[in-house]
């Protein structure tokens, strides 16, 4: 049985819109519209049970997942959202015990998701170059609980002559020109390893799908994800007035040998 106890991470929910994502303690309280919530109340109970606030409200205390820590997540900057994430996992066919090369923490969103699939046999190598971020996501990663399997690192690989990971069977690229580090990317992925591109406009897309082309990466993809919610309710359901539309392109890639060299 899956019980809550001192320190255990639990999401307060009362509907879908209202969630408190928090770590148990002691005799610590949230104030909130729906009334009091008392740590207190919680220890003991198994996750799905529910409590009282003093205004005599139900919240129930789920077991936070990746896609709640997510969302909870504290920002530093633009986050890759769920919905581009599952398609990231799903189309680059990531598993445990491979290894992630991610160029651009930022907040540490997909990091976050990346390390919770590879786990516990694979790591995720991240890089940035903003020890703002760098901090912002390694507080995000430590609330998640998954700073075993993600090696952070503040490093600019477009200017890096180094290799810092070979072998990788996923990179990532967050960057405003991810053209720029193709070539070092390259040099860090196994043969028909996948690359995944974050890109606000088209003409980032355009032209880096070039110089894909050019560096010898095969199966190019460019995508985007659309989510639409449902409120399903007795005799009136209908489609959310409120929901994510765009938020990113995906540029997406194989490498592969062009030639009969195969030394990169």
């Known amino acids: 049985m899956d019980v809550i106890k001192q320190g255990s991470p639990v999401l307060f929910q009362y509907n879908q819109t209202k969630k408190w994502l928090t ?3 002691g005799d610590d309280v949230l104030h909130t519209h729906i009334g009091i919530i008392r740590h207190a109340d919680a220890i003991g109970r198994r996750y799905g049970s529910r409590i009282i606030t003093n205004k005599e409200k139900y919240v129930y205390l789920l077991k936070p997942t990746t896609y709640d820590f997510i969302m909870k997540i504290q920002h530093g ?3 890759v959202y769920p919905k581009d994430i599952g398609y990231i ?19 540490g969103a997909l990091t976050t998701a990346l390390a919770g699939v590879v786990r516990p046999r694979g790591r995720v190598y991240t890089f940035d170059v903003d020890e703002r971020f760098i901090k912002i996501a ?64 088209m003409n980032q897309l355009e032209r880096l799908a070039g110089i894909l082309t050019q560096n010898q990466f095969t199966d190019i993809e460019c995508s985007e994800r659309i989510l639409r919610t449902i409120e399903a309710r007795e005799g009136k359901t209908r489609h959310s007035f409120q929901g994510i539309g765009h938020t990113a392109y995906l540029c997406y890639a194989r490498k592969a040998y062009f030639g009969e060299d195969q030394n990169d």
Do not use: H
């Not at 996992?89 to 907040?107: D, F, K, M, P």
């Open 138 to 201: 390694e507080k995000n990663i430590r609330r998640a609980g998954l700073q075993k399997y993600i090696i952070q690192q503040k490093m600019d690989i477009r200017d890096s002559e180094d290799t810092p990971v070979r072998d990788a069977d996923l990179a990532i690229i967050d960057l405003g020109d991810p053209w720029s580090v193709i070539p070092q990317v390259r040099r860090m992925l196994k043969g028909s390893g996948s690359v995944f591109a974050v890109c606000p406009t």
């Open 89 to 107: 996992l799903a189309r680059s066919g990531l598993e445990g015990g491979q290894t992630v090369v991610e160029i651009g923490t930022g907040s």
């Open 23 to 25: 770590t148990i303690s």
């Open 77 to 79: 900057t633009q986050i």
